[in-house]
């Protein structure tokens, strides 16, 4: 059961799961991509960098692609319903 505040905040939710940024959870996917190509883009450069730098580099990306599967593997609330 949904709780919301009062009955603007009901009909604001409602507005933003009508909308296109909802239904397409393209900000999910661009943030995904991004991972994906910075993550990339450190191991094609590692031999540059060096270890430890690339290392560095790589444990926000590989934190931040795990907080995203956490988000898309079970479901993305934009898909519960």
Request: proline share 0%; charged share 10%.
């Given at each position: 059961m949904a709780?919301?505040?009062d009955l603007t905040h009901r009909?604001?939710?409602e507005a933003l799961v009508r909308s296109f940024t909802a239904k397409a959870e393209w900000p999910t996917w661009l943030l995904?991509?991004?991972v994906y190509a910075g993550w990339f883009g450190?191991?094609?450069?590692s031999h540059w960098r060096g270890?430890?730098?690339s290392t560095l580099l790589l444990i926000p990306l590989v934190t931040l692609w795990?907080?995203?599967?956490h988000e898309l593997l079970p479901g993305h609330p934009g898909?519960?319903?």
């Open positions: 709780n919301y505040l009909r604001e939710i995904l991509l991004g450190v191991l094609l450069a270890l430890w730098c795990l907080s995203l599967q898909n519960a319903g």
